[in-house]
């Protein structure tokens, strides 16, 4: 495993949630559709701008030097985010192969989209999963979440490198990074993001 530095150790966080010092997920306010689809971490990028969209209050968050952090590429994210999807198609005992036709042209579709948002990629998958079965709906998007921390939890920190915001809009003059936290030792570093 190679360990990355990081040129910035100063992310964004976007929430809705009353103020805090230490992240919680499981009392983090979410909005429709805004669950732990890449895993249970706190969810911060690399640009204020792009927090925001996540909630109207955005902290601050410093991570270590030494922390050790996996970056994904764009080429790379859609592997790692179709491993994720397809191992709880088969936890929910949907057979891929035997789906409708539509159902693999859209589910498809949304492994690809994970080049340039893996988060709206997953969240894209589970509305194709529940629009085309409902019954399993809610057990696909536990078991993704899941798998996304088994595969992601061993390292301090994940980087979604060069992806963009849901809307497909660079902000700023790079593209987005989608960056996740899951040691929860750094999660605890928090100032208010003042303009």
């Known amino acids: 495993m190679k360990i ?6 100063t992310f964004y966080h976007g929430t809705d949630s009353p103020e805090f010092n230490e ?9 429709d559709q805004h669950y732990n689809p890449l895993g249970e971490a706190m969810y911060v990028t690399d640009k204020p701008d792009f927090a925001n969209m996540f909630g109207k209050n955005v902290y601050e968050v410093d991570v270590p030097d030494d922390a050790k952090i996996k970056k994904i590429n764009p080429s790379k994210a859609a592997s790692a985010i179709g491993d994720i999807l397809n191992r709880a198609l088969k936890k929910v005992k949907i057979d891929y192969w035997s ?6 042209m859209v589910y498809q579709e949304q492994i690809k989209k994970a080049e340039y948002s893996p988060y709206e990629a997953i969240i894209d998958a589970v509305s194709a999963v529940t629009a085309y079965f409902p019954k399993v709906a809610n057990e696909y998007e536990d078991w993704v979440s ?11 920190v994940v980087v979604f490198v060069g992806t963009n915001n849901p809307n497909d809009i660079f902000i700023g003059e790079s ?12 999660q605890k570093v928090f100032r208010e993001y003042k303009k």
């Open 4 to 9: 990355y530095k990081i040129a910035s150790p």
């Open 23 to 31: 992240f919680d997920s499981s009392k983090a306010t979410k909005g």
């Open 99 to 104: 789906t409708d036709l539509n159902f693999k």
């Open 146 to 156: 899941k798998i996304a921390t088994q595969k992601f939890a061993k390292f301090d």
């Open 175 to 186: 593209p987005t990074q989608e960056i996740l936290i899951f040691n929860k030792a750094f």
